[in-house]
């Protein structure tokens, strides 16, 4: 069984660029718990139970989440497994945010919905 522990040494062990640059255990595990507490992580895992990928949000309104922090290590995982969860643990989000290349863009979930049923 998986711990918060073992994500949080996941994370310090595969950590790069700006993802989680300059955090420490001791700042990074309560923040995972809040996150978990407020159903704000998400991650993956493969079929030998590792951890591939780690997604947290922020909840902007009901309706948005911004992606604030997203780690993988296997390509194409991290849609994977942060799509399917959200779909179910936040259903009437409509739209998603995340920075990419410095400049914030922002995604439908039902445009993202219909990418995700394309790849499966």
Known sequence: MLTVEDLVQWIL???????????????????????????????GTDPQGDFTSVVTVQKRSPFRLYLAHALTTKPGELGRHFFERLFIL??????????????THEYRVEDLKRKLQLLC
Not at 24 to 30: I, K, Q, S, V, W
Not at 90 to 103: M, T
């Open 13 to 43: 062990k595969n950590r790069r660029g700006v993802v989680f640059e300059g955090w420490t255990e001791e700042n990074l595990r309560p923040f995972l718990l809040e996150c978990i507490d407020h159903n704000l992580l998400f991650y």
């Open 90 to 103: 936040w259903p009437g989000v409509k739209y998603v945010e995340a920075d990419r290349h410095g400049k």
